[in-house]
């Protein structure tokens, strides 16, 4: 149930995002979500894409230094308290979010979150029961 | 294996009687044939008839890296030109090279010297010893290249660069010994890698790294990386090149100075004065069998230690510790000392991190700042800032418990410090000019 995410070291100079979109963007590769954390020296760009392993390759090729990690995607209702109610219920759970962003559907009036949580089986063993929805992987690519 | 058991093997009196007797006349040639050393002999009050006994040694004047630029380029050679076969130079960073001339019997020393080292280091007839040091006015190329002749091994020339040949021909030609520098060694088994290739795979057994300081654990890490031993020699251009002092590989344990052809002296940098035995002091290295450019009482620069106890190699040449860096790489951040060798050992003690590291210090307001750039390769690169925030303060918090200073660390991404394909650039020191 979880989805692979592809995590980029970038150093914090001008020309290094577009690098990573330029190099996927060669080889037909697909961004569907992205977030950047960032500090004064350096930021992490992590990635949704198409296909994960092929990303992997070309950025390494390209002398990124990339690392697979495994999320979860959640379906949220889209309207006021929708994410909220997944926190809520995350939070009774005792599941500690790492970090989390957001994408909205071109369609539906679901958005989706991308969730990095410290405990990634409890989280997938106890979320459902929670009544919460886990997106598959290949739905993001097709919604 | 030693090499020449005769003399590598004699007794400490009979190393000093030698010493005695080849430094008299050294002294009495240059003080006869280098206007230089005339006139700065006679400033110190001291003449050849006045060097009775080895600890006479000491009141002798020093020679400077900057007494050779002075008398450029020929102006220390102690015989005519007609008779120097050979002249190398190293490479000047700032101004002149400095230059230096070999007759026919210093070129034989050399080899017999090279010879000694690789012998030293386990090498021997039907090696095939893959050269990669710079050929050229650089020493090490040709320093090495004769030493290889010499025992009987076939030798590579590869000299330096044009690193995806180097290891085409290291695999097809089944290299068993490398020379190279230390970094450039590194360099070479990363290159492999990212063709596909792993040296351990190779016929290479044993590398001679040198022309640059190295620590412990960097060796550590070729050993690692190459599946080979890594022996670490020393050399400089002033005194002869490579091959003035080497580790056996018996011990590895500290470098074999060739005490039959040079004396050395520890000494306080700061002060000049000669060191007890075994203290730690900057090197300083007396000729006594050169003809073309001999030298009395050389400073090298380097700091290091004699170590005056036995070998288990059986050779009685004294041992150097190894190099701890030079006294001209020593950065002094407010007050401190710090020797780019110290921030490496630290480096290298993190799980993980690569050596690629470069230093840059500044002056803010007055106030000297130090960076220390680290690659973050796959091996410590985490998605979660929080765990790259930890190294960055790991790494300092090292730093700061080595050496007492604070510095920033950086984390760049891999290959954006410059590789070397010979000597590393280690510092970056905007505070001068």
Redesign the interface.
Known sequence: MTVQ?I?I???NKTG?LAEVTRVLGNAGINIRALSL?D?S??G?L?LIVDTPDRALEVLKAD?????K?EVIAVEVPDRPSGLNSILEKLDQAGINV??MYAFVERSGENAIIIF?FDDIQRAIATLPEAGVTLVKSEKIFTA | MIWNDEFETLPREAIESLQLKRLQQTVARVQATVPFYRDAFARAGVSADKIRSLDDLRRLPFTLKQDMRDNYPYGLFAVPLEQIVRIHASSGTTGKPTVVGYTRRDIDTWSELMARSFAAAGAGKGDVIHNAYGYGLFTGGLGAHYGAERIGASVIPMSGGNTKKQIMIMQDFGSTVLTCTPSYCLFLAEAAREEGLDIRDFKLRVGIHGAEPWSEAMREEIEEKLGIKAIDIYGLSEILGPGVGIECVEAQKGLHIWEDHFIPEIIDPESGEVLPPGEKGELVITTITKEGIPLIRYRTRDITRLIPEPCICGRTHMRLERMSGRSDDMLIIRGVNVFPSQIEAVLFNIEGVEPHYQLIVDREESLDTLEVQVE???QV?????KE??GLSRRIQKDIKDLLGVTCKV???????IARSEGKAVRVIDKRKG
């Open positions: 995410q995590s070291f970038i150093e290094r954390a500090t020296d350096f992490i992590r002398g990124f230094t990339v690392s990690t790492e970090y990095r | 973050v390769n796959e690169f985490s998605d979660e800032i790259l925030q950086r984390l760049v991404e891999p290959k954006t």
